[in-house]
């Protein structure tokens, strides 16, 4: 998504810009997500432990690269690429939003058909494995969706961190854990925390506007370390 700008593509807030930009992190989320998924396995089965560890050493490496990338710009440019890997509402507009809309449109109904499956995942790879759910088939498509709905999103409004990590859990905390109510509702509820969030951003320190992403991530970090202790004393809704 930097790279698109950065070489000179269309700019960012244009319908051909935004679907350059979206190709290019599409590419990039891909590519990274099937180099963490090959890494993470050993003998044919995904550790948790792995991924989270492969996971890491690829951003790092992904940061780096973007920050080569940053040092080739102008300081006006600079600025303004700071801002948006922050993450910022500020350059969106109802035009950039007809296909971001239809590709979330879409993965979501490919998510609401596989509710069931994911229900059979909750149980473990196994148990799941039992009922006839293909778990290699159903991650690597969870994977193409979910690096889809990422690239598209970051495309238009920049890095906004922890939105996808507090949201599902909240709606979970709300609905349970069946995901015929957990998909709809994190959708919406993560559409209304946006909402509030962008407003805080124009309101803290106005005439100016803070990028969204300090806000996101003031609230991720403790809600993180929340689940993190969840889990250590045998919460039932772990990260």
């Not at 303004?80 to 239809?102: I, Q």
């Not at 507090?166 to 109510?181: E, W, Y």
Request: charged share 10%; net charge positive.
């Amino acid at each position: 998504a930097v790279l698109v700008p950065a070489l000179g593509g269309t700019a960012l807030g244009g319908a051909t810009g935004a679907l350059g930009v979206t190709g290019a992190a599409f590419a990039a989320a891909l590519l990274s997500a099937l180099l963490v998924y090959a890494l993470a396995q050993r003998a044919g089965r995904l550790l948790d432990s792995w991924l989270v560890l492969t996971g890491v050493a690829v951003g790092y490496l992904c940061t780096a690269a973007t920050t080569f990338v940053q040092l080739q710009l102008n300081p006006t440019e600079l600025q303004g690429m700071m801002f948006w890997l922050m993450g910022s509402v500020a350059g969106a507009t109802w035009t950039d939003l007809g296909l971001p809309a239809a590709l979330i449109a879409a993965c979501l109904a490919c998510l609401m058909l596989r509710a069931r499956p994911l229900n059979a995942l909750l149980a473990g790879e196994d148990a799941a494995t039992g009922m006839g759910v293909p778990v290699a088939a159903l991650r690597v498509t969870l994977l193409l969706i979910g690096s889809l709905l990422a690239a598209t999103v970051v495309s238009v409004v920049g890095g906004i961190g922890f939105v996808g990590l507090m949201v599902p859990h909240m709606a979970r905390f709300a609905v349970g854990s069946d995901h015929r109510r957990v998909l709809p509702v994190a959708l919406l509820g993560g559409a209304v925390f946006m909402v509030l969030v962008d407003l805080a951003a124009r309101i803290a320190d106005r005439p100016n506007e803070l990028p969204v992403g300090v806000f996101t991530t003031g609230l991720g970090v403790p809600f993180f370390l929340f689940l993190l202790r969840r889990r250590a004393t045998g919460g039932t809704h772990a990260p």
